[in-house]
């Protein structure tokens, strides 16, 4: 099965990952500008009504840059809905997007079909993230148009299944777009996601330091100065299994190899908790952070990635 349109005009296969705090309209239209699909988590928008400020600022810059530059690959944005009981901006948030017309929605945590049939009705699409089968058959039956397999080693919220494990067993029943997260840093990690069976690669970390993330200078320099070994897998902030650096739990007060777990019932995506305060300076980093030494613009960022994917492709004869 083809690519929807929207994903066909990239000029490279990615979309950015919608990241906590790191994430904001800087970000998503310099990702888009280079060529591939900038996305942002909606409870970025703070308070809710800058969701609609945010997407038509977006859109408006992305218009004016491609009108201004007809031959650039401009790509489409995203917005990130966390579909979860706690989250009490959903629906405010959604009309948002239905009004905007939000070309991509990215779900998480569960599907709900009423957001699906929402997006649908004005031609978007919707991708899922997902940690294993389940949770990726469930979001094909509600509408979901596509996968994202959220693999060993990504950063924020993540599975502990091996990318070669994963990919391969949504193919089994799923012809249509799949994307690859996890530890992906380079242009050749991109060939490889492909290579099992991805369609595009699905990258966050990499762009945590760069010019125009909204991410606290310490935090930068933090991922500049880690390797895949600085990183702590736990369940303890949010609820859910993630992948944070060790470092800034450190600096929180915290021992990263002796950390309780937290069972789901402690999430809370509200608009304004206090949970999201207490944990703003606990930073979320993929295994792929070892790959990164500077903190240079998107644009830098993009083409370096493209020459190492054009390099990797020689390599393999492709």
């Not at 997407?55 to 790509?75: F, H």
């Not at 990258?203 to 880690?226: H, L, V, W």
């Not at 650096?245 to 190899?257: F, I, M, Q, Y």
Request: aromatic content about 6%; overall charge negative.
């Amino acid at each position: 099965m083809a690519l929807p349109e929207i994903l066909q005009n990239l000029d490279l296969p990615v979309i950015g990952a919608p990241m906590f705090i790191v994430s904001g309209p800087e970000l998503v239209i310099a990702q888009c500008k280079a060529g591939i699909v900038g996305s942002f988590p909606a409870l970025n928008a703070r308070p809710a009504d800058q969701l609609e400020v945010w997407i038509k600022r977006i859109k408006s810059e992305l218009a004016a840059y491609q009108k201004e530059n007809p031959d650039k690959k401009v790509a489409p944005f995203a917005v990130n809905q966390i579909c979860h009981m706690s989250n009490n901006r959903l629906q405010q948030d959604m009309e948002t997007c239905v009004r905007e017309q939000v070309p991509i929605i990215i779900t998480s945590l569960r599907p709900p079909k009423a957001v699906i049939d929402a997006v649908h009705s004005y031609g978007g699409i919707v991708l899922h993230d997902v940690i294993n089968i389940r949770h990726a058959k469930k979001a094909l039956s509600e509408g979901a148009d596509g996968i994202i397999a959220v693999c060993a080693g990504a950063g924020g919220h993540a599975g502990l299944l091996s990318p070669y494990a994963l990919i391969p067993e949504i193919r089994e029943f799923h012809d249509g777009p799949l994307m690859c997260s996890g530890s992906i840093s380079t242009g050749g990690s991109i060939l490889g996601a492909q290579a099992i069976g991805a369609d595009l690669a699905y990258i966050g970390t990499r762009f945590i330091a760069c010019k125009e993330a909204n991410a606290p200078e310490g935090y930068k320099q933090m991922i500049i100065d880690s390797s895949g070994q600085d990183i702590v897998y736990s369940s303890l902030f949010t609820g859910i299994h993630g992948n944070y650096l060790k470092e800034s739990v450190r600096s929180a007060g915290l021992d990263p190899d002796n950390l309780p777990s937290a069972d789901k019932s402690t999430m809370n995506f509200g608009s304004g908790g206090s949970d999201a305060k207490a944990w703003k300076d606990i930073w979320g980093s993929g295994q792929g952070v070892g790959s990164i030494q500077s903190a240079p613009s998107v644009a830098d960022i993009v083409t370096e990635l493209k020459s190492e994917y054009d390099a990797a492709k020689h390599r393999l004869g492709v």
